[in-house]
């Protein structure tokens, strides 16, 4: 079975030119088959600022009408992704960049609206194992901004983290799939004040317990319960921890159920 190690990233990490420089230097020597997903929602709001169009956020996701999706397409799709696969070409490691769009990567549907609009914001439904397969096994590495398409041909601004959960999913029946996210922290934290706090393994009941004392809360909240969703449906092995750490992946937290 072949082994595909899939990265997320965070928009931290790919907008400064010194931070981005170190991840991709650690991106690059990972063995095997690999698969970047990425943000940039940091890029997107300054974009936003300097074409004087207002970004909303409710409850940390970004409400996207139809200003804001030409704002996240040019960001996410354009500036970030081709910055990501230039500097990954210079490292000779030939890299492809994607949206949910090319090669029908990814299908979703505009999510419905309930207490809140979030606009054009997709909900995933289907991914392309055989488009990422054909890729990988060229050895190419696809490098996947965060958006999405449905039927009607319009696109989507989804959540990276989802994003990765979904494409570690779909490759999890013919492969053998490491999901890791990579952001500021060392791990999932017992005490958010005290880096070395690290939570090393977690199961789904942890979780829960965890969420419902407060000790994990605010963005954390979703980007755990993706990890879960993911391990729920068939990925193995998932973590998540420092950035710096993706060469070394049980130095953060390892979930399961």
Same mark, same amino acid.
């Given at each position: 079975?072949?082994? *595909? ?16 420089? $170190? ?13 970047? =997903? ?7 709001? $300054? ?7 207002? @970004?909303?956020? =409710? ?15 040019? =960001? ?9 696969? $230039? ?11 994607? @949206?949910? $769009? ?18 054009? *914001? ?75 706090? *690290? ?38 092995? =998932? ?19």
């Amino acid at each position: 079975m072949k082994k *595909v190690t899939i990265i997320k990233v965070g928009g931290a990490v790919v907008e400064s030119p010194d931070s981005l420089e $170190a991840f991709l230097n650690n991106f690059v020597h990972i063995e095997g088959a690999k698969i970047l =997903v990425h943000g940039g929602g940091r890029s997107a709001t $300054a974009m936003a600022e300097r074409l004087q169009i207002p @970004t909303k956020m =409710v409850d940390g996701r970004r409400v996207t009408d139809e200003n804001m999706l030409e704002i996240v397409t040019m =960001v996410y799709g354009g500036l970030v992704n081709k910055n990501i696969v $230039a500097k990954l070409q210079c490292k000779k490691l030939n890299a492809l960049g994607l @949206t949910g $769009a090319d090669m029908n990567l990814i299908e979703a549907h505009k999510r419905p609206v309930k207490d809140v609009d979030y606009g054009f *914001v997709g909900d995933i439904d289907r991914i392309n194992t055989d488009a990422l397969m054909a890729l990988i096994s060229q050895g190419i590495t696809p490098v996947v901004a965060p958006l999405t398409h449905d039927l009607k041909g319009n696109l989507l601004n989804t959540n990276a983290d989802t994003i990765a959960a979904s494409l570690a999913v779909g490759l999890s029946a013919e492969c053998d799939v490491d999901l890791y996210y990579g952001f500021e922290k060392n791990g999932v934290l017992k005490d958010a004040n005290d880096d070395h706090s *690290v939570i090393t393994s977690m199961t789904t009941r942890d979780f829960e317990i965890l969420k419902t004392s407060g000790a994990i809360h605010s963005g954390m909240i979703p980007k755990l319960t993706n990890c879960f969703d993911a391990i729920a449906q068939g990925v193995r092995r =998932v973590y998540i921890g420092h950035v710096d750490n993706i060469n070394h992946l049980d130095r953060g937290t390892h979930l399961h159920d």
